[in-house]
């Protein structure tokens, strides 16, 4: 069970938009700031967005992030195949003094 | 280029113990936060111990405190999890990333490939 609780999965045509929730708590989301990877399969995880919502240099701005209160939602505008991975939304525990990641949520572009 | 590359892992039984190292190229090693994720097959990411620039702060998941020890040799760009006491269920891939900054753990720029740790008689 994560401290984290993402959606397990998500779906969208080519081309529409998704969004991915990460849902938390005052120790972590509430009061720290918000990361989120990409993981294709068989590969690292990647570095998405930083710090509730800036991006990477080289990552596209068809990605972007949010934060609001004790909750953080990742999007991605015009799908493409190559977007399908699993998606996983990370920040700093305050009560656990350690690092937590969501579940996952794995995208499938139809 | 940022460069983490692990070693250390393989089989090893229940109760054994099992050093990684994570060799970094390409940034300041010394002023940066470097963390340990593993993923069990299968499943997703777990936090597992981090350690910020210098050594000063260092944490561990519930899951391996007292069991797990982090640690740095900047003069190597190395940083290292010495695993004791292995069970079952610390099967994974482990990660070795690098921290956006040298004192918190908010996000993770880079990442290693990943070295797999089967525990299991």
């Known amino acids: 069970q994560s401290v984290l609780t993402q959606p397990p999965s998500v779906s969208a045509a080519p081309g529409q938009k998704v969004t991915i929730s990460c849902s938390g708590s005052s120790s972590n989301i509430g009061n720290n700031y918000v990361s989120w990877y990409q993981q294709l399969p068989g590969t690292a995880p990647k570095l998405l967005i930083y710090?509730?919502?800036n991006r990477p240099s080289g990552i596209p701005d068809r990605f972007s992030g949010s934060k609001s209160g004790t909750s953080a939602t990742l999007g991605i505008t015009g799908l493409q195949t190559g977007d399908e991975a699993n998606y996983y939304c990370?920040?700093?525990?305050?009560?656990?003094?350690?690092?937590?990641f969501g579940g996952g949520t794995k995208l499938t572009v139809l | 280029e940022v460069q983490l590359l692990e070693s250390g892992g393989g089989l090893v039984q229940p109760g054994g113990s099992l050093r990684l190292s994570c060799v970094a190229s390409g940034f300041i090693f010394s002023n940066y936060a470097l963390i340990w994720v593993r993923q069990a097959p299968g499943k997703g990411l777990e936090w597992v111990s981090g350690i910020t620039s210098g050594g000063a702060w260092i944490y561990y998941a519930d899951s391996v405190k007292g069991r797990f020890t982090i640690s740095r040799d900047d003069s190597k760009h190395t940083l290292y999890l010495q695993m004791n006491s292995l069970r079952v269920e610390d099967t994974a891939v482990y990660y070795c990333?690098?921290?956006?900054?040298?004192?918190?753990?908010?996000?993770?720029?880079?990442w290693g490939l990943g070295t797999l740790v089967p525990v299991s008689s």
């Open positions: 990333a690098k921290g956006g900054n040298g004192y918190n753990f908010y996000y993770f720029d880079y």
């Open positions: 710090d509730n919502n």
């Open positions: 990370g920040t700093w525990d305050s009560s656990l003094s350690a690092g937590v």
